[in-house]
């Protein structure tokens, strides 16, 4: 391996270190024995664990690097010789007691874990955020959201409602949904519903503003575009009185364009050509043909700048009602989240951005509780301008303190720039000497490649350099590294490897030509001794995936489809879901009827009742009876009801979800019942431990979490090393794996470049709209285009490197055209050819070691009693009544105006029963004498309904009602039900008199309970 680590004696500081790191140059080796120098050393300064943090970008590579970590050390423990004379070479000093400082570390390590920094861009940045969440007005526990946009539809419909109370809302929501059909063209079907067009629109804002890192630029220029359109119009109407003056015939499209322009409909001038000829050639007219064409001629002119001008703000404008939309319920949005102690996991990247700057990092530091002297990155290619603009003053502060950067990656593989990713973030550390602090500044490669064999590297090397070189511009192909890169094989691999293509034509749409060649390379596969399990289909969209595992299915071969691991998609969790579903709603007739049709049900009622039977009695009840299908279940089925669901419906609400979970488990015997899917059920009782351990407790959090948490991977199954099966998985997925055997399948098509493309404008980020029309139209809306073409063709052939450099020993390319080779199949040689010769192995036995397991399905001896605690109803009806309390500061004369507004505010949130049960409750408690003064409207009175308060210890109080007068403070604390607890509500109220009067010195502290119910108070200080 070639050796760019140096000896610690000989390491200057500060120092800077960006490696280029090709594919199977093993960077992850590299950066893993830098870390261990950096922990073993007795030269580096500042070197304890929590002053090293080494950055991921993904769960997995996290978890692999600390495996990595703790087995070298282990290794250097155990005194394994390749192990300590690596470290040896790299450490000066006494290295025989290596050992024994190794087994220091691994102790230090195993006792206090969360002390070895190694963790994803995003763990650390959200670490930062927390250590500083009450600087930005959020609690220390607020939850991270990735991938979760359901609040922004949820501020949307609370946003739109609140609009639509009044009829200054109604117009501005009007004026909205008339901005979104001007910028759609006429001839474009009617929005039947604008709400769903605009909700779906922001989420893709969301989603696509949040790698900014500033906010976009919103100009109207609405009064241009309608001084333009007069302008064309009245240029129109003179080159129509020349043609009449002269009696001019003119040409069919001029006919056509001119009524367009007369009409001012510039939409459409700007779809067709630029405007040329208008008189036809050969005529008779009352004067000079020349002079009338020049006259002509000169208006056409501008005419067509005009229209330009027009596509340019048209292009810049269309965008702007989503804009405006996002903008205009932020502060919705901004509430919604800290209603639920919510952040976007993009938000992190942008709060932080507001505050991380060369001053304030060392107080950062001082919240964190330790400094951060060493970073090392792996991946680095894959970090996004906002993460590195975050990073880069840390990273500066540690240089100027005398500390170290060491990254690795690859530009040629960088394939995620839709999450916004940028390669050029380490390509300008590659080319300019970015940080001049550093005293040691290199950019060392890695050419050797310990994965593939020589005939494969050369064959990946020509195809770039040579073949594809003869089709893309340099410039695109030299852009992340694929016009010279270097990869050299191993001396023992210079001979090896084997590479075939076959490019097949699809003669007819819809057919599948490439199926027949996949089962046929598979069967000369497995001929020449491979396992199943050797082999890897890597294709790069994710439908194909779906398709070739039905291929594979059919023909009854074992395969592991990456994108099928998520245990959501096991029948059997769905089924799961569908009954956590109908306990947390009852009335969910659907959840129910979902259960009672599905696998684990028909199992557990076996002759009791049949899966027809129960159709039929779903149906019927469904069609008979407005009552909800479970009780309509219970009087028909009673001894099942019993055995499945009655106390499932008991402990709903009080035990929490994962003790829920198990009884499920436990009462439906699903691990006896279905001992296939034993690995899901265990999976999923797995996630929802984690969940909790999140600090989340609720079924509903639960749900919604299960229903939005995207492709995280914390739902996938881990694939047991020993199992023989194809491994079948997309481009991206591949990325950092190897396999012996690689068949790379792929399908031609055309380069896509979206329609919305973000540029800078002025420094911020302007959304433009980019058609073929309007390219055509403005030499600006093109050079935008162009250079988004740029990086999407940089990255199609980034995914095309990634996907041909997994193989170890064999390479098969399948690619499929249609009739005539386009990108990227005719980048490659004619089918048919082949390169290497193929090996021969002799084939590896699979161990296959069964360990039964054992399940007790003794259920838990808890039994709730009827009177402990409220009825889940009852504490519904609590919320509710807290909810109104909340939406009211104080009452005039006319309380049920009151109650009216903060009823209004809550419709649609809740049930309608409840919150009218709820209001006549509140009315009873407001106009009750004794309660008025609570309430009551008063010069200099402050009223904080369910406002969080911190105490000088840090910890977080949230109080129903705080009364804040010039003299005096008044804490509430609203109950309904009972006072059999009282206790422990008046201990409670004294904590919060304290703390009132830490916040308001100098001020009488009076606090009282409030028994709603009883429309009574009692005062305890």
């Known amino acids: 391996m070639m050796e760019i680590l140096q000896r610690d004696s000989l390491l200057e500081f500060p120092s800077v270190m960006v490696v280029d790191a090709s594919a199977g140059s093993g960077k992850t080796l590299n950066l893993t024995r830098k870390l261990l120098q950096l922990l073993l050393s007795n030269r580096i300064p500042h ?112 946003y739109f409602r609140i609009q639509t109370r009044s009829e200054a809302g109604k117009r501005s929501i009007q004026e909205l949904v008339k901005l979104v059909s001007e910028n759609r063209r006429s001839d474009q079907s009617f929005i039947w519903d604008p709400y769903s067009h605009l909700t779906r629109e922001m989420k893709r804002l969301v989603r696509d503003l949040a790698s900014e890192m500033s906010e976009p630029v919103i100009q109207d220029a609405s009064g241009r575009q309608h001084e333009i359109k007069d302008e064309i119009h009245l240029l129109f109407k003179k080159i129509n009185d020349i043609v009449i003056e002269g009696s001019w015939q003119t040409t069919k499209n001029f006919d056509r364009v001119s009524a367009f322009g007369m009409k001012r409909d510039i939409l459409e001038l700007v779809q067709r050509a630029a405007l040329s000829s208008v008189l036809l050639k050969k005529q008779q007219g009352h004067g000079d043909l020349a002079t009338a064409n020049k006259a002509i001629a000169s208006l056409c002119t501008q005419i067509n700048a005009l229209v330009s001008e027009f596509a340019l703000l048209h292009a810049q404008q269309f965008y702007l009602p989503y804009l405006r939309a996002t903008e205009l319920i932020s502060r919705t949005l901004d509430g919604v989240k800290r209603e639920e102690g919510t952040i976007f996991i993009e938000d992190v990247n942008k709060l932080l951005l507001s505050r991380i700057v060369r001053e304030q990092v060392p107080e950062i530091y001082f919240r964190l509780g330790e400094t951060i002297y060493h970073f090392l990155i792996d991946e680095f290619q894959d970090t996004s301008p906002i ?16 500390g170290t950067l060491f990254a690795v990656g690859d530009t040629k593989q960088s394939i995620f720039g839709f999450r916004g990713a940028d390669w050029r973030v380490m390509k300008t550390l590659e080319t300019t000497r970015y940080f001049p602090s550093a005293r040691s500044y290199e950019t060392p490669s890695l050419t050797t490649n310990y994965r593939s064999g020589g005939v494969i590297l050369g064959f990946v090397r020509d195809l770039f350099q040579k073949r594809i070189a003869q089709h893309v511009d340099h410039e695109i192909l030299s852009a992340s590294g694929l016009s010279n890169f270097v990869q050299d094989p191993q001396s023992v691999k210079e001979e090896d490897g084997y590479v075939t293509v076959q490019l097949v034509p699809r003669e007819e749409p819809g057919e599948d030509p490439e199926r027949v060649v996949l089962g046929t390379l598979l069967d000369q596969i497995r001929a020449r001794g491979y396992a199943y399990r050797d082999i890897a289909i890597i294709t790069p969209e994710n439908e194909n995936v779906v398709r070739v595992s039905g291929w594979l299915n059919e023909r009854e071969i074992p395969f592991l489809s990456h994108s099928s691991l998520d245990v959501r998609k096991r029948k059997v969790v769905g089924e799961i879901l569908a009954l956590l579903h109908f306990l947390d709603s009852p009335i969910d007739d659907h959840s129910f009827s979902t259960f009672l049709f599905g696998e684990i049900f028909r199992r557990f009622c076996t002759e009791e009742a049949s899966p027809a039977e129960l159709r039929r009695f779903v149906f019927h009840s469904l069609k008979q009876s407005d009552a909800p299908l479970y009780k309509r279940f219970q009087e028909s089925y009673p001894s099942l009801w019993e055995k499945a669901f009655r106390r499932l419906l008991t402990v709903v609400g009080y035990l929490p979800t994962y003790d829920l979970v198990c009884e499920v488990i436990k009462i439906l015997g699903v691990f006896q019942s279905i001992p296939e899917e034993e690995a899901s059920f265990a999976k999923f009782a797995e996630v929802v431990r984690l969940f909790e351990g999140e600090g989340s407790n609720t079924l509903k959090e639960f749900l919604s979490f299960a229903e939005e948490d995207a492709d995280s991977g914390r739902w996938n199954i881990d694939i047991p090393a020993e199992i023989d099966a194809v491994t079948l998985m997309t481009v991206h997925k591949a990325k950092g794996l190897g396999f012996p055997v690689t068949i790379v399948l792929l399908y031609d098509g055309n380069i896509q470049v979206r329609n919305m493309i973000m540029h800078e404008h002025d420094g911020h980020p ?27 063709e940089v990255d199609a052939l980034n995914k095309v490197y990634v996907a041909l450099t997994r193989a170890e020993a064999e390479l098969h390319i399948v690619g499929v055209h249609d009739g005539e080779p386009n990108v990227p199949t005719k980048y490659f040689p004619e089918s048919g050819t082949f390169l290497g010769v193929p090996g021969h192995i002799a084939p590896v036995p699979i161990k296959h070691q069964s360990v039964p397991l054992h399940h007790r399905n003794e259920r838990a001896p808890t039994e709730v009693a009827a009177s402990e605690g409220l009825h889940r109803e009852e504490r519904r009806r609590g919320e509710v009544v807290h909810a109104l309390l909340a939406c009211i500061e104080t009452v005039g004369t006319d309380v049920q105006e009151n109650l009216r507004k903060a009823m209004e505010t809550l419709a649609g949130i809740w049930p309608a029963n409840i919150l009218e049960d709820a209001r006549n409750v509140v009315a009873s408690f407001l106009t009750e004498p004794s309660t008025r003064f609570l309430f009551a409207a008063s010069d200099g009175r402050v009223v904080l309904n369910e406002k969080e308060f911190v105490s000088a210890e840090g910890h977080l109080f949230r109080m129903d009602r705080v009364v804040v007068d010039p003299e005096k403070v008044l804490v509430v604390d609203l109950k309904t039900g009972n006072a059999e607890q009282e206790e422990s509500y008046r201990t409670q109220l004294q904590t919060y008199a304290r703390l009132a ?16 119910d009883k429309s009574e108070i009692r005062r305890v200080i």
């Open 47 to 158: 070197n304890q664990l929590r002053n090293v943090l080494a950055v991921t970008f993904t769960n997995n590579a996290t978890r692999e690097m600390r495996q990595r970590v703790l087995g070298e050390l282990k290794k250097i423990v155990l005194e394994e010789p390749e192990s300590l004379r690596t470290m040896r070479n790299l450490l000066d000093g006494d290295t025989a007691e290596l050992p024994s400082r190794a087994n220091a570390l691994l102790e230090s390590i195993l006792q206090n874990f969360g002390d070895l920094q190694i963790r994803t861009i995003d763990s650390f940045l959200v670490g930062i955020l927390r250590s500083s969440a009450m600087s930005y007005g959020f609690s220390p526990e607020v939850e991270i959201l990735l991938g979760d946009y359901r609040l922004v539809e949820k501020a949307f419909d609370r």
């Open 387 to 402: 993460q590195w603009r975050n990073l880069e003053p840390l990273i500066e502060n540690s240089l100027a303190e005398g």
């Open 766 to 792: 302007m959304l433009l709209r980019v058609n073929a029309e309007l390219r055509k139209k403005h030499a600006d809306i093109e050079a935008v285009y162009a250079k988004e073409r740029q990086k999407a």
């Open 997 to 1012: 009067r830490e916040c308001f010195p100098g001020r009488q502290v009076e606090a009282y309970l409030a028994y709603i």
